[in-house]
């Protein structure tokens, strides 16, 4: 197989204002630019509202397997199929059942991937073989406008090197594929921050295979009874105290022994759960009288800093006048927690991302709820930490 082509990758902006309706923006000159790269077998990075994406034409292999060399992403891991329209769906699809009818009345477009029986069109790379399709119906502007102009399905994942965090900006595309690609669209940070939820309608009831902002909740409000994939909760609460106390720190180190790493920054994320709680939820700064988990959680920074460890810390504005670290990223500075978490879903990937900018060795970072979007936070934070996690 030939290398990687060598690009001098465009950076595009464009400003897609609540005025520029996708159909005006399908013809302005830079998304026909890339559109026509799209039609011509190449790859465009483009914004979501979830995270940036890597498309090329769903209907060809060659061209998929440009995005696959890019990211250096192993083929066996099928791609989304992304439309601007249900008439679009025609041959990506081989069916679509009455779960399907309602999701795409519900939730698209919008940040809800569906598993659906392949139709003849896709191309075999995208599928990675399957005879299923993952399909979905981006919101963002540019997107739509992107999809419209090539007049094509756009298969993309997500627009990182393979196992690096996923790109919220344009900026995080560059650092990535800079050179591997020959444009990227800035449209700005994406809105959601943590890629959409995937559900599989292929099986005899509906089952998430990847949590996103799109709830378990919201999805049986609509279409009944909803699955979580097994393998999913298994990797997720199957924590095993299987690490000694650590005598420095006080506190016991926690492994799921998940195999795959994923969404990782190069410095060890630890995740710090309460002792307390029930699974995973945050530990806030009133949880302990006379500051007993403030001091906990301080003792961890001062334990690995004494180490010679540049340690970088992920917590709220108000968190952040507590501790004392190298590098403090705030993800939030509400008070209000379901805010919290909308801004950490939003800011995650970034703030993973800044953590190897200060080249920090040691990321802490307290567990959040799993309830709602939380569920999708801690999948990504379980598989960024390798399921490294700390109690106190
Ligand atoms: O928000 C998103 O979904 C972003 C934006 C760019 O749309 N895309 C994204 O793509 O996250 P990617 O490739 O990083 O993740 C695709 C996920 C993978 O977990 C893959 O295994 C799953 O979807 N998937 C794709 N096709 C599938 C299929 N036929 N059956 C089951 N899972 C599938
Ligand atoms: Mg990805």
Redesign the pocket.
């Known amino acids: 197989m030939d290398e990687v082509r060598e690009w001098s990758t465009r950076h595009i902006v464009i400003n897609s204002g609540v005025d520029n309706h996708v159909d005006k923006l399908s013809k302005h000159p830079h998304i026909q630019e890339a559109a026509q790269l799209i039609k011509a077998g190449e790859v465009v990075a483009f914004p ?1 509202e ?4 890597l498309g090329a034409s769903a209907l060809s292999n060659q061209a998929v397997e440009k995005i696959y060399k890019a990211k250096g992403r192993p083929s066996d ?4 199929v ?1 439309v601007a329209s249900v008439e679009q769906l025609a041959g990506v699809v081989d069916n679509l059942s009455h779960y399907a009818h309602l999701c795409i009345k519900y939730f698209w477009p919008g ?1 809800l ?1 569906l ?1 659906l029986p392949k139709g003849e069109k896709v191309c075999t790379a995208v ?1 990675a073989g ?1 005879s ?3 399909v ?1 119906m ?1 919101e963002h502007p540019v997107a739509k406008a992107l999809i419209l102009a090539a007049e094509l399905p756009i298969a ?3 627009a990182n090197s393979s196992g690096r965090p ?1 790109p919220t900006e344009a900026k995080h595309v560059l650092e990535d594929l800079m050179g591997k690609i020959p444009v990227v669209i800035d449209g700005g940070a994406t809105g959601v921050g943590v ?2 939820t ?1 559900l ?1 309608l292929t099986g005899d009831q509906p089952c998430i ?2 949590p996103g902002s799109i709830t378990k909740d919201q999805l049986e409000k609509v279409i009944g009874e909803v699955t979580i994939d097994p393998a999913l909760t298994r990797s997720m609460y199957s924590v095993e105290a299987d690490h000694p106390v650590d005598a420095d720190i006080g506190i016991q180190p926690k492994s799921p022994g998940m195999k795959y790493k994923h969404y990782a920054p190069q410095g060890e994320l630890w995740l710090v759960q309460h002792k307390g709680k029930q699974k995973h939820q945050h530990i806030s700064v009133s949880d302990y009288d006379n500051g007993e988990a403030e001091s906990a959680f301080q003792r961890l920074i001062d334990t690995h800093r004494s180490k010679g460890k540049q340690v970088g810390i992920l917590v709220t504005a108000a968190e952040a006048q507590v501790y004392n670290s190298d590098f403090t990223y705030i993800y939030s500075d509400d008070s209000a927690e379901e805010k919290q978490l909308a801004a950490l879903a939003q800011h995650l990937y970034s703030g993973l991302r800044a953590m190897d900018e200060q080249k920090i060795d040691i990321i802490l970072m307290k567990t959040v709820t799993d309830d709602g979007l939380g569920l999708a936070i801690m999948n990504r934070l379980l598989k960024a930490s390798s399921g490294r996690m700390v109690t106190i």
């Open positions: 979501t979830t995270v940036y994406g891991n099928p791609l989304i992304h940040p991937t598993v599928t399957l299923t399709v993952a979905r981006p993309a994942p997500s996923s890629e959409s995937v599989d295979l990847r």
